[in-house]
T-cell receptor, first 113, second 114 residues
Framework: AQSVTQPDIHITVSEGASLELRCNYSYGATPYLFWYVQSPGQGLQLLLKYFSGDTLVQGIKGFEAEFKRSQSSFNLRKPSVHWSDAAEYFCAVRMDSNYQLIWGAGTKLIIKP | EAQVTQNPRYLITVTGKKLTVTCSQN?????MSWYRQDPGLGLRQIYY???????DKGDVPEGYKVSRKEKRNFPLILESPSPNQTSLYFCASSRSGGDTDTQYFGPGTRLTVL
């Protein structure tokens, strides 16, 4: 079955440190890939998406993600986190023609001062 | 301002008492969807709608109903809520539901069924 895995439930980083959030999917073909962020008490906001072309995509708020076909991964990165980045991050993929998004369980990012 | 609105934002109810959560978008989007979010499970799709009068089941449709009588509104109906439907619910919309379309999310409705 198609699935999305975010192996880290929580990640704690210091303010100013770099960040990488992992996302792996299982599917034979190249899916459409998304990262969303959910700030406390808020809805979900799209950070970035990948459909084709350059495998390194830039998003809002200084985030980027790299699609690696060989590893079935789409990891989210940021070179220097800010306290305002504390939130829950969700990876999602769309794999077939019924337009459904398959979601990872989320990774909660905690920022240490 | 382009947005998806949901009402109510918070609701506490009792088992068996019918309720409706409204969802409205002002972007003329064709595609709308309902999700529930539970800790450790991410978002799971309940129902979606490709256009007016076109709805289909998502991954977890049991216990829910939807309708799409007009383009902007997509209410979620719980005819007889049960405690296992306690969750955070999100409505989302996108232009056409196509592969490259971004989904826009409402602020969420936190439902507690006692």
């Amino acid at each position: 079955a198609q699935s999305v895995t975010q192996p880290d439930i929580h990640i704690t980083v210091s303010e100013g440190a770099s960040l990488e959030l992992r996302c792996n999917y299982s599917y034979g073909a190249t899916p459409y890939l998304f990262w969303y962020v959910q700030s406390p008490g808020q809805g979900l906001q799209l950070l970035l998406k990948y459909f084709s072309g350059d495998t390194l995509v830039q998003g809002i708020k200084g985030f980027e993600a790299e699609f690696k076909r060989s590893q079935s991964s789409f990891n989210l990165r940021k070179p220097s986190v800010h306290w305002s980045d504390a939130a829950e991050y969700f990876c999602a993929v769309r794999m077939d023609s019924n337009y459904q998004l398959i979601w990872g369980a989320g990774t909660k990012l905690i920022i240490k001062p | 301002e382009a947005q998806v609105t949901q009402n109510p934002r918070y609701l506490i109810t009792v088992t068996g008492k019918k309720l409706t959560v409204t969802c409205s978008q002002n972007m003329n989007h064709e595609y709308m969807s309902w999700y529930r979010q539970d800790p450790g499970l991410g978002l799971r799709q309940i129902y979606y709608s490709m256009n007016v009068e076109v709805t289909d089941k998502g991954d977890v449709p049991e216990g829910y109903k939807v309708s799409r009588k007009e383009k902007r509104n997509f209410p979620l109906i719980l005819e007889s809520p049960s405690p296992n439907q306690t969750s955070l619910y999100f409505c989302a919309s996108s232009r056409s539901g196509g592969d490259t379309d971004t989904q826009y999310f409402g602020p969420g409705t936190r439902l507690t069924v006692l």
